[in-house]
């Protein structure tokens, strides 16, 4: 890359030039990008478990039979469950290296095909409730 100003070939990758100290370019890092996506979609999915806690799950058992509730209920968890474990597979893209990043999605889509069933089956013993 040629600097701008002083006209120096730099690598590259270089951020700064090496000759007269020039800026070349911004280094873009999507590790914290994505990390940070991650987090707050953790912050947003705990809001998210608390609200439906706090406020529309004693809404529903005060306003339904249990059943109905019940079976709401679990479906509004399991669905907040799942979308949850699949913003998890984000995670492998900021791992540098390659063996490593597929060893995370292994892992990691291991994990959400676990919770899917889970979520999925809870859904199916909470619809099996006697009406």
Not at 8 to 24: P, R, T, Y
Request: aromatic residues 10%; contains cysteine; hydrophobic residues 55%.
């Amino acid at each position: 890359m040629k600097c701008p100003k002083c006209q120096h070939e730099s690598e590259n990758d270089a951020i700064f030039c090496s000759v007269c100290g020039f800026k070349l370019k911004e280094k873009f890092d999507k590790t914290n990008v994505l990390l940070l996506a991650w987090c707050v979609s953790l912050i947003f999915f705990m809001i998210l478990n608390v609200i439906v806690s706090y406020l529309i799950r004693p809404w529903l058992f005060a306003s339904y039979p249990m059943p109905t509730a019940a079976t709401t209920i679990s479906i509004i968890y399991a669905v907040i469950g799942i979308i949850q474990s699949l913003t998890h597979l984000v995670v492998p893209f900021a791992i540098p290296k390659i063996g490593y990043r597929i060893a995370a999605f292994i892992i990691v889509g291991i994990a959400v095909v676990i919770t899917i069933i889970s979520h999925i089956s809870s859904i199916i013993s909470t619809l099996s409730l006697p009406q």
